[in-house]
C-alpha cells in the first residue's frame, strides 16, 4: 500500500519537530549549564522578560527560591526592585531593535541583604541563521554585577583624599601664616639695625 503525498509530508513535519525540539533541549541545556557556571547572578528571560531560568549565583545573592523567581515578569521579582522605567526601555529594546547594554547601574534597598549597588548587563542570545530564529524563541541574558564594596571602597578612598587635601591646604595656609609673620618679623630686626 503506498502512502500518498500528504501522509509522507505529515511524516517528514513530524520528523522536523522532533528534530527541533531536541536541537532546542540540547541548546538549552547548553545555555543553563554555562550559565551556571558564572560568578555573577545572571537571569534568562523569554519575549514577554520573564524569568525562563536563573543561575545558583542569582538565588545566592538575593537569597530568593526559584519558585518565587522563576516564571515571574522581571518586573515582579522581590519587592519589585527592576520595575525601574529606564531597565524597562532598555529591556523592551532588546528583541524588537536587537540592542544591548551594559553598565546599568541599579542601587536598592534590597529585602534580607540589604543596599546593593548593582551593575547590569543584557543581551539577546541569538542565532546566525535567520531560520534558526523562527524555530528557537528569542532569549535576553540579564547579567548583575554587585559592585557595592566596589563602591564603598572608592567612596572611602574619595574621602579619605579629600580629608588629606583639606589638612593640606589648612596646614598649607598656616605655613603662610608663619612665613608671613617670620618675614615681618625679619623686616622689623632690618630696620633696627
Known amino acids: ?19 527541533v525540539e531536541k ?6 541545556t547548553y545555555i543553563k549549564t554555562v550559565v551556571d557556571v558564572v560568578r555573577e547572578p545572571v537571569l534568562i528571560l523569554d519575549k514577554d522578560l520573564r524569568v525562563m531560568t536563573a543561575n ?12 518565587d523567581t522563576e516564571h515571574k515578569h522581571v518586573y515582579e521579582l522581590g519587592d519589585g526592585q527592576w520595575n525601574i522605567p529606564a531597565l524597562k ?15 546599568f547601574e541599579v542601587v536598592h ?20 541563521e535567520d531560520t ?36 593640606l591646604t589648612t596646614e598649607t595656609e598656616k605655613l603662610g601664616l608663619h612665613i608671613k609673620k617670620l618675614e615681618k618679623e625679619i623686616n622689623e630686626l632690618k630696620k633696627k639695625k
Open 89 to 103: 526601555k532598555l529591556l523592551e529594546d532588546i528583541l524588537p531593535k536587537n540592542t544591548f547594554f551594559k553598565g
Open 23 to 28: 536541537l532546542w533541549e540540547k541548546s538549552w
Open 132 to 167: 534558526t530564529l523562527e524555530t528557537f524563541p528569542p532569549i535576553i541574558l540579564l547579567a548583575m554585577e554587585d559592585v557595592t564594596e566596589i563602591m564603598l571602597v572608592a567612596e572611602t578612598l574619595a574621602n579619605h583624599a579629600n580629608n588629606v587635601e583639606t589638612k
Open 1 to 19: 500500500m503506498k502512502k500518498n503525498k500528504k501522509e509522507i509530508e505529515e511524516v517528514i513535519e513530524k520528523k522536523e519537530i522532533k528534530l
Open 56 to 67: 545558583e549565583s542569582f538565588f545566592r545573592t538575593f537569597q530568593v527560591e526559584k519558585k
Open 109 to 128: 534597598e534590597f529585602p534580607f541583604i540589604g543596599r546593593k549597588i548593582m551593575i547590569l548587563n543584557a543581551r539577546q542570545i541569538h542565532f546566525k
